[in-house]
């Protein structure tokens, strides 16, 4: 056999396998006007071309986090619009060639829009047969916080302190860091705060929960109820600043500066959050 023609049999083989693999793999296409915030627990690498917005995905069990936000009006003036909620969907058991998706009524103009962002009313559906997905395929839910800010919350956090959090991978191994979490008591006394709540369940697993002490925040789930829009479901997270231990009330502008500039960066992160959120 000549070097040419074992180069074609290779090249077709590989095409083959690569029509094979593109074929066989699940995916996940992002409807417009929706950011991608989570995929099983990641804010990062996973597939996700954002070209054709389609997520790639392995048969099994899958969390998509997605946000909605976009601009609207006309020519001469336009504004951006963002939930505050970002949508959660439950994915059971997804074959290795399915291709899922949703469909939402698309708003056109900003009051539509702003409608839109308090609703959130999807439609999950089989992308290549266009069929309804049932409750035991997929499901989603809205996540709601105290915070008012999306730009402030980390659904991971949201998601895990309500024992909700799909996350495979563990990445939440980057936030059990000894971080410290500054305030001064009635004593004018420096405190420090440990992280979440004491949260020792399984990441991968998070229905299995062990609470320590008394400390229940961490092991309940929140039960979901129905909002203005009919079938859609909220969860509510919980806000794991609510145990901590208040600075006092005469605690001086002076002092607290001095405090905030003696933190390191992701301290001084987590106290310009709070301070936007309340």
Known sequence: MSKLGALLKVSALAGALALTTGVYAASFK???NY??????????????????????LSPG???????FEGTFGNSRESRLYQAANPIVIEI???????????????PRDEREAENYTRSQKINLINDATKAPLSQDEASYYLLTSDSGFAILRDYREDLASVGRLY???KVFEEMRSNTNRVSVNENNVTTVQARISGYKGDYANP??????????????VAATTAVAAPGVATVQAKSGGKNAQTPAANATFDQLVQIYESSDDATKLKFVKYIMSH
């Open 30 to 32: 992002v409807p417009v």
């Open 167 to 169: 996350a495979p991978a």
């Open 61 to 67: 069990r899958h969390q998509l986090v997605m946000l």
């Open 35 to 56: 950011s991608v915030e989570l995929v099983d627990g990641q804010t990062s690498n996973f597939e996700y071309n954002r070209f054709d917005r389609t997520i790639t």
């Open 207 to 220: 229905g299995t929960v062990a609470p320590e002490g008394n400390n229940m925040a961490a092991a309940s």
């Open 92 to 106: 059971t058991d997804m074959p290795a060639d399915a291709q899922y998706t949703f469909t939402y009524q698309k």
